[in-house]
């Protein structure tokens, strides 16, 4: 049988709601107020986009295939090509070089000055050249007792050189020949006489010969050598003669990363009987080795000399050792020394240290045993680096000079010596503001331990000195220099059945100022001032030096 399924589920709805009828009430009237607050405003909210694009998928891909060919065919054209010349390398244009430069002038105290240098011109094999020069004085200089007395003094000198160059080593010569005066005018001032320039007059001549041959590798890594031979002949007024030999060769040779070398050394001085009859000869042997990185450097060897004098020949032998090490590459850099030499003083150095020394006087050779140094180098910046250091020193046989006793006058210098130490402070900043503009200052403190006396006579315990020099366009040059020399200690003699007083010589300052005009490239002018200060001073007690000075020349060149 067939069931009206319509039918049946409207039965089932009704049979459902049929028993609920007899509860069904009217709905009551509604009474209530209604408070419109404000009038109505109908809004619609934001409605969202949704931003579906249609995506298309073909999976049906079509891909393109040529096939092609080329013809070549020459096109034909009255074009032809030319070679193009290489380009040659063109050197840095070679300054031209002059035969000759003559220099003279003349200053307030009547004191001439020529200087000529003869050279050949340039050559790749041979150079050939001469110098000589002359400067003397004619002024007067006043003493401390108010007397005016000469001062004169000449320097004369002729050197005659001349040079080979070979493949990888150069050979060279030279010939000189000086002559030189000077007065014994710092007498006494307590004394009442007059001297005659005959009577206090020094004349030295000095003359000799060197050769050198020396490798000249551009490569260190070859074997490295230096040789050098040289005499030396010196006389004064007083019959003293000197005979000076000295040779010296170095070798040296990378062995590895290790640099090896080796320095020999000797020097013999003959002397008239008048003076020493026994010869002085220092013979040394330095061998040392070496390396170099980026961060440190360091060096060790020992300094071996002997001493021959008097039939005994003593060994000495030294430190030598220094280390570097770059805190910051070429910025910052600390550096230790510990080394020591003997010093030999032949009567030509101590000519050149004093002149005024009494003839004759030989000075024994010094030992300083160790010497001790810590610094600190570097730069500070592109302009400006430094270099700061402490050094002890321990030595033996130091000499000071004294004013002599031998003579009335006083008015040479013997010799003091003594063992002792010093120690030293000091540095030195060098300022480059630019290629025309640069500064250099630099200072040094002295303090001497000595055993037996008293003071270092004629040493100061201070120097200092500023140098500036300044260049317009290679036209002006200007340069100066600026001195500071503290306190020094010397003996005097006022009366001489007493004890030496000491005396106490002030300290100074001391100016020098030069500038040039170059006229053109040929002629030039120049105006140099000494003692720009007018310092009134002494270098040496009893020797006071001469004040203000200007000089005013030319210089030609031929």
Not at 259 to 272: H, P, Q
Request: glycine share 6%; aromatic share 16%.
């Amino acid at each position: 049988m067939k069931v009206n399924m319509k039918n049946t589920i409207q039965i089932l709805i009704l049979l459902i709601f049929l028993p609920f009828g007899g509860y069904l009430y009217a709905q009551p009237d509604i009474h209530k107020e209604v408070r419109v607050v404000k009038p109505y405003t109908p809004s619609l909210s934001d409605a969202n986009k949704i931003n579906l694009l249609p995506e298309f998928k073909d999976t049906t891909r079509i891909y393109h295939n040529f096939e092609y060919e080329i013809s070549p065919k020459r096109f034909a054209t009255n074009f032809r090509t030319k070679p193009i010349q290489p380009a040659n390398m063109v050197g840095v244009p070679l300054k031209r070089l002059y035969k000759s430069q003559l220099q003279l002038g003349v200053d307030n105290y009547f004191s001439p000055y020529a200087e000529l240098t003869i050279n050949q011109l340039r050559d790749r094999k041979t150079a050939l050249g001469l110098y000589a020069k002359h400067h003397s004085s004619l002024g007067k200089i006043k003493l401390e007792n108010g007397e005016k007395v000469p001062a004169n003094f000449s320097e004369n000198l002729v050197n005659l050189y001349g040079r080979k160059i070979f493949s990888n080593s150069v050979a060279e010569a030279e010939i000189y020949g000086g002559y030189n005066t000077n007065l014994y005018y710092g007498y006494d001032p307590a004394l009442d006489t007059i001297l005659l320039k005959d009577d206090i007059k020094q004349k030295i001549i000095n003359t000799g010969a060197k050769i050198r041959y020396y490798s000249a590798h551009p490569d260190s890594s070859h074997f490295n050598y230096n040789y050098g031979l040289e005499y030396g002949f010196l006389s004064d007024a007083y019959n003293t003669v000197e005979n000076g030999f000295i040779g010296n060769a170095s070798m040296a040779k990378f062995i590895g990363d290790w640099y090896t070398a080796v320095d020999l050394g000797l020097e013999i001085y003959n002397r008239n009987e008048e003076i020493d009859s026994t010869n002085n000869s220092i013979i040394r042997f330095n061998p040392s080795i070496s390396k170099n990185t980026n961060e440190w450097k360091f060096l060790i060897g020992i300094n071996n000399t002997i001493d021959s004098k008097n039939g005994s020949a003593p060994w000495y032998f030294y430190p030598n050792t220094k280390f570097e090490f770059n805190i910051v590459q070429n910025v910052l850099i600390p550096y230790l020394e510990v080394s020591g030499y003997r010093e030999v003083n032949s009567y030509r150095r101590m000519l050149q240290e004093n002149p005024f020394i009494t003839p004759s006087t030989i000075v024994e050779n010094a030992d300083y045993g160790m010497i001790g140094s810590f610094g600190l180098k570097g730069r500070y910046s592109s302009k400006m680096a430094f270099d700061f250091r402490f050094r002890y020193t321990q030595a033996e046989s130091m000499h000071f000079f004294t004013n002599t006793l031998k003579d009335t006058l006083m008015n040479t210098f013997d010799v003091e010596y003594d063992d002792g130490s010093i120690i030293n402070l000091g540095g030195e900043i060098s300022w480059i503001q630019s290629e025309k503009l640069e500064f250099l200052l630099r200072a040094d403190y002295y303090k001497y331990d000595l055993d037996e006396q008293e003071f270092a006579w004629h040493m100061p315990d201070f120097k200092a000195s500023l140098n500036a020099s300044y260049n317009l366009r290679d036209k002006i040059l200007i340069d100066g220099t600026f001195f500071l020399t503290g306190k020094r200690n010397v003996l005097n003699y006022p009366d001489r059945s007493l004890p030496a007083e000491i005396l106490e010589l002030k300290p100074y300052i001391d100016a020098n100022l030069s500038a040039e005009y170059r006229y053109t490239s040929l002629l030039s002018f120049f105006v140099k001032v000494n003692n720009l200060t007018a310092s009134k001073y002494q270098q040496w007690y009893q020797y006071p030096v001469q004040r203000f000075q200007c000089m005013a020349g030319f210089v030609y060149t031929l």
